[in-house]
């Protein structure tokens, strides 16, 4: 069975989480830190800190219901193809600005004017 104080009789650190929670409530873990150094007197650091704020929560039943963890699905938005949209993006002017600078303004226009005749 767990320790439920320690040697000197005064709280350990998942009770000194567990009273700053139940005294501040539900804060950032940074929060409950000074607050624990404050009252007690006693640096906790704050992975620990969140961790036994975490049980705690999970204990009381106020941990996350029902929510998986990470990105919902279909949130993330999928570029479209460069082809498929008439817009020019920030990369196709990138790659043009490269071409300039290595081969020259007059060569490049060249280039587009005979590609242009190609798609015909």
Known sequence: ?????????????????QAAFEAKGDIGPGELQAYISQTY????PINIISSYKSQIKNKLGLGRKNKKRGRPVGSLKVPKAAGASKMVNLDDLEAINALVKRMGADKVIAMANLAHSFSK
Not at 1 to 17: P, T, Y
Not at 41 to 44: D, S
């Open 41 to 44: 007197g006693r640096e906790i």
């Open 1 to 17: 069975m767990a320790k439920s104080k320690s040697e000197d009789g005064s709280l350990n650190k998942r009770q000194m989480v």
